[in-house]
């Protein structure tokens, strides 16, 4: 019993990767925001149809409640103003600030929107599964990575001890960030049973006969005008053959969980079946290969193919000015953006002699005038030259750097920075006690 | 601190189990669709069985125009405000609905009188059900574009003038 019990424990609660979840979030929010957020003309479109048609769901029922009771059909401004409040949230939870308020919010507003569409006699599949990872993730430490939420706590912290916080490190885990994951999980291999279950339940073995799926290829066809369906309807053989493939798939999903090294075989094959679906039967289901993103821990750690190339280890060197406030945020910003983790950083407040032994010619007044950057191949760069050399270094900061090479950028660049430094304001401490 | 992440999990549990046992409980066979409860649902779509021989049909609905003429306009769903797939339903109904003598026509029948009627008064006084089948399992190409014929005719109410 406490064997299982521990099992158990560990499936849902041993320490998972933050980062992961922060990737499941900013993949899944991303695709919703930007390729399934239901549309605003159909939404309004739908107001436009008859009113008998118009029959809400429980879904719809209870979340417009406080907009006016039970059943009550929205009208045009409400649907507006929530879709609207839906791109607001996306962004926010994309970008992760307030991340689990605007999560919820994207959540609410999606549901809401398609349960909307969903009360006029049809009920379709392929957003039900998307909605509750949103739901879910909602409520996990989803915007403990990657988030605007993460920058702002590690300035705050800064800012509080007067120093540069000490980075989370890529393999910050925690104990909330495995359940999410596997909700989303378990999910979709009880979405793939139903499926498989109802075909057995219908239809048995003559499910596998061929000329069922026949069937649904030159239904859809037809239906939607599709000539690679009707086409592979020809091929009696293959057709048997997909059967088979698709109803397998269907019911053994539960093995990319349960068998780790099953798990790239399921999602390529989910992925390609989908895929094969919606160019045969245009019938999308394209949110079940994001969605497949939950399964990222497994796929990042036994990937077939190793890409990463090893760290270089080239490093660029930041002397900044411990004692100022600004110096200290942007040391911050600046090793969030690092993922390559090339910088490295020097307060030459507290390490004068580390300071002092990378540039032989420092001076404190120097070291105080600008902020000065030390290349791999020890050339010293400062002020806004020092900030072109660490954008150069970080990937992330390419994009500024056409500007920071414009034509006069070497006068007004330099011209910019001297205006920032000079505004900037230095805490100097006047007992030994709040420099330590 | 330790009792706060006994809660966290305390919490990440119940809402796990409230989600899966949601999920679990919609996807169990019943005979009928349970996508009423919608996120949860069941998947049964794609799952009947079809046989050697048997006759896919595709409908679509003409109208033709009070104005009188052998013109007939085919309508589509988005132009009835319906959504397709309810449209499909609707003329799948009729067709067995025509074929079996059933009441049910009467019903599909009226609604999309109705829809026509608000949509278009007083501009169309028939409808029309066509169809083309393809029959499974056929040796030889699946035609793709095979000929239609109309197989049920029915007036549509006009509405009243105000």
């Not at chain 1, 979340?63 to 401004?77: K, V």
């Not at chain 1, 409040?85 to 994309?94: E, K, N, P, Q, S």
């Amino acid at each position: 019993m406490t064997t299982a019990w521990r099992a158990l424990e560990r499936h849902w609660f041993a320490p998972a990767s933050l980062d992961d979840l922060a990737i499941v979030r900013i993949v899944l929010v991303g695709a919703q925001l930007f390729v399934f957020l239901p549309s605003l003309d159909r939404q309004l479109w739908l107001l436009g149809t008859d009113p008998s048609l118009y029959v809400p769901i429980p879904t719809l029922k209870v979340m417009l409640l406080p907009f006016g009771g039970w059943g009550i059909r929205p009208d045009a401004a409400v649907l507006t103003a929530l879709w609207y409040l839906g791109v607001l949230t996306g962004i926010a939870a994309l970008l992760g600030t307030f991340t689990r308020l605007s999560l919820l919010g994207f959540a609410a507003t999606n549901t809401l929107l398609i349960a909307h569409a969903y009360s006029y006699g049809q009920r379709h599949h392929p957003e039900a599964v998307m909605v509750m990872a949103l739901w879910v993730l909602a409520l996990a430490p989803v915007g403990a990575r990657w988030s605007w939420d993460e920058i702002r706590s590690r300035v705050r912290a800064s800012v509080r001890t007067g120093q540069f916080a000490p980075p989370l490190g890529t393999d910050a885990m925690s104990e909330l960030a495995r359940w999410p994951l596997r909700v989303i999980q378990w999910l979709l291999v009880l979405v793939y049973f139903s499926a498989g279950l109802s075909k057995l339940v219908s239809a048995g073995p003559d499910w596998l006969n061929g000329h069922t799926l026949t069937y649904y290829l030159v239904q859809d066809g037809l239906n939607k005008g599709v000539p690679l369906g009707l086409w592979l309807a020809e091929h009696p053989m293959a057709v048997r053959g997909l059967s088979v493939v698709a109803l397998a798939f269907e019911l053994s999903f539960a093995f990319a969980i349960l068998v780790p090294r099953l798990t790239w075989g399921y999602v390529a094959l989910g992925a390609v079946l989908h895929l094969g679906i919606w160019f045969t039967m245009q019938a999308n289901f394209f949110q079940y290969i994001f969605v497949y993103v939950a399964f990222v821990e497994t796929l990042r750690t036994r990937t077939p193919v190793r890409l990463a190339t090893p760290a270089s280890q080239r490093h660029w060197t930041v002397v900044y000015d411990g004692l100022c406030g600004l110096c200290v945020r942007s040391m911050v910003i600046l090793d969030y953006l690092d993922l390559k983790r090339r910088l490295r950083s020097v307060d030459f407040e507290r390490n004068w002699g580390t300071a002092a032994a990378l540039i032989p010619d420092l001076t404190m007044e120097r070291a105080r005038h600008a902020m000065l950057v030390v290349t791999p191949d020890g050339r010293v760069h400062s002020g806004f030259f020092a900030f072109r050399a660490v954008a150069r270094a970080v990937p992330l900061l390419w994009p500024v750097l056409p500007l920071f090479y414009a034509p006069l950028a070497n006068r007004i660049g330099p011209w910019a920075y001297g205006q920032i430094a000079s505004r900037r304001s230095r805490h100097v401490c006047s007992t030994s006690t709040c420099c330590r | 601190m330790r009792n706060s992440k006994a809660l966290q999990k305390a919490g990440a549990v119940v809402v796990s189990a409230l989600v899966l046992g949601l999920q679990l409980w919609a996807i169990v066979p019943r005979g009928h669709a349970m996508d009423w409860y919608w996120p949860f649902m069941d998947y049964p779509m794609y799952s009947r069985p079809h046989f050697a021989g048997e006759t896919f049909r595709q409908h679509d609905l003409r109208l033709v125009p009070c104005r009188g003429g052998s013109g007939r306009e085919r309508v589509q769903a988005w132009q009835l405000g319906v959504e397709p797939f309810m449209m499909i339903g609707l003329l799948r109904d009729l067709d067995t609905a025509a074929a079996h003598r059933r009441l049910t026509r009467d019903s599909a029948e009226t609604l999309l009188g109705h829809l026509v009627s608000n949509r278009w008064p007083g501009s169309y006084c028939t409808a029309q059900l066509w169809q083309r089948g393809v029959v499974i399992g056929a040796p030889g190409p699946v035609p793709v574009d095979p000929l239609w014929q109309v197989i049920h005719t029915w007036p549509i109410p006009q509405r009243p003038e105000r």
